[in-house]
């Protein structure tokens, strides 16, 4: 019989570890805009004995017996996606964001096609074709940036791209840019050159399923995201499309890019998409912008500069070239942390710096949206930031703000303890 004794019994090493990371979540305050905090059902789910169970193939069609319960778990999964975003076809198995466009990529591409894409620097993502990525290695790339001037893609320049370089697929979506898509602009370009196009939503899935973000379901071949960052379904990926790809998009991610699906993740997804489909989360959604907007308001008011001078959706790209020239966003970041603050470093478009130290800081309001924080507690949050990243030497304002941090985090738990 498999032991049934408590991690904290068998394994207190790794239990304590998961412990202390509890801890951290609970007690820092997190602004990385690609996290989030599930709930205990996502959760329990994941961790379910579901893991056990391998499932090659899809619902009804498996290469392996006793799939009956599976079947049904990745069903309603596909079912709620179809139902959340309008789409006629999704495919839930996807490990990761990575792997639903690696899926994409092998659908429709052949070794050396073109993808024409946003510049990793300008907000995109390692998976558009960046040379350290297998997208870079197998496709030949080019790619689209942001107008220098106002932080806005250039979508005169991305036409004139795709007219020169004539591409297989173009891709839109972003890691780090904090303006929507004009998704129907660059399905026009797409289909002007006959190319195709994958709207890769990673970040905005959760935006887009609580229709506060536009929806490229209709406008783009493919839509690809990731299942948990402004979506709270838990770790994965996920590819929506129409019924003239959805076979190849099947075969494509089984059997071209993985083996056997995680089915424990499949059913987090079913239960993270059924949260998603109650009124409460079109709540959470709208609320997640409207911070982020009152943070940009604070930034702007207190001298920063972002990126396109504010956001659509639930992040803000602070540029410290002008207003803090000798701040790095590697500086930028240890600061924050120090206080309990958690952002990360990131390129701005012109970056000077390496990526390993860079001149900005992305800072996103999904996770402390999630455990209840509104708009006159980010207020008071991106104060306390910019207090801290104007006196980097005062030691006894750092533990003012430390302090500040602690009773706000103390008064917005996310787990129940
Ligand atoms: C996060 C992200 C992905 C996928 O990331 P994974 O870590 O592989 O899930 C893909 N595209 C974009 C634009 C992203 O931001």
Redesign the pocket.
């Known amino acids: 019989m498999p032991s049934s004794d408590s991690l904290a019994e068998t394994d207190p090493d790794v239990a304590d570890a998961i412990t202390a990371e509890r801890t951290r979540q609970e007690s820092n305050l997190n602004m990385i805009a690609?996290e989030n905090h599930l709930s205990e059902a996502v959760i329990e789910a994941q961790g379910s004995v579901l893991t056990n169970k391998y499932a090659e193939g899809y619902p009804g069609s498996r290469y392996y017996g006793g799939c009956e319960h599976v079947d049904t778990i990745e069903t309603l999964a596909r079912d709620r996606a179809t139902e959340l975003f309008g789409a006629d076809h999704a495919n839930v198995q996807p490990h990761?964001?990575?792997?639903a466009?690696m899926g994409v990529y092998f659908a429709i591409l052949e070794p050396g096609d073109r993808i024409l894409s946003l510049d990793l620097t300008h907000g995109g993502?390692l998976?558009h074709g960046h040379h350290v990525n297998f997208s870079g290695q197998l496709y030949e790339v080019e790619q689209y940036g942001v107008d220098p001037e106002t932080g806005y893609v250039d979508y005169d320049e991305l036409e004139s791209m795709a007219n020169d370089f004539e591409p297989a697929l173009i891709v839109s979506?972003?890691?780090a840019y904090p303006r929507e898509f004009d998704f129907d602009r660059i399905g026009e370009i797409a289909d002007d050159v006959d190319a195709y196009h994958l709207a890769?939503i990673?970040?905005v899935t959760g935006l887009v399923a609580a229709g506060v973000h536009a929806n490229p379901v209709d406008v783009a071949d493919f839509v690809t995201g990731?299942t948990h960052?402004s979506i709270r379904a838990g770790r994965g990926?996920m590819i929506l499309t129409g019924e003239e790809y959805a076979e190849d998009i099947d075969s494509a991610i089984f059997p071209g890019a993985q083996g056997g699906p995680l089915m424990h993740n499949v059913a987090g997804k079913a239960v993270g998409f059924g949260e998603a489909l109650q009124p409460e989360f079109t709540e959470y959604a709208e609320r997640t912008v409207a911070n982020a907007k009152a943070l940009a308001d604070v930034f702007i008011d207190r001298g920063l500069s972002l990126v396109s001078d504010g956001t659509d959706k639930h992040l803000v790209l602070v540029d410290f070239s002008e207003s803090h020239p000798d701040l790095t966003g590697t500086d930028a970041e240890g600061l924050l942390d120090d206080v309990g603050i958690t952002v990360n470093k990131n390129t701005v478009p012109g970056e000077e710096r390496s990526p390993f130290v860079t001149s900005g800081i992305r800072v996103g309001t999904p996770a402390l949206t999630t455990r209840g924080i509104d708009e006159s507690t980010i207020e008071e949050i991106a104060h306390l930031m910019v207090d801290r990243l104007d006196n980097p030497d005062d030691e006894t304002l750092a533990d003012e703000i430390d302090a500040e941090v602690d009773r706000l985090a103390d008064e917005h738990p996310i787990y129940d303890r």
Do not use: F, L, M
């Open positions: 690609s990761s964001g990575t792997q466009n993502h998976s979506g972003s890691s890769d990673a970040h990731s960052k990926g």
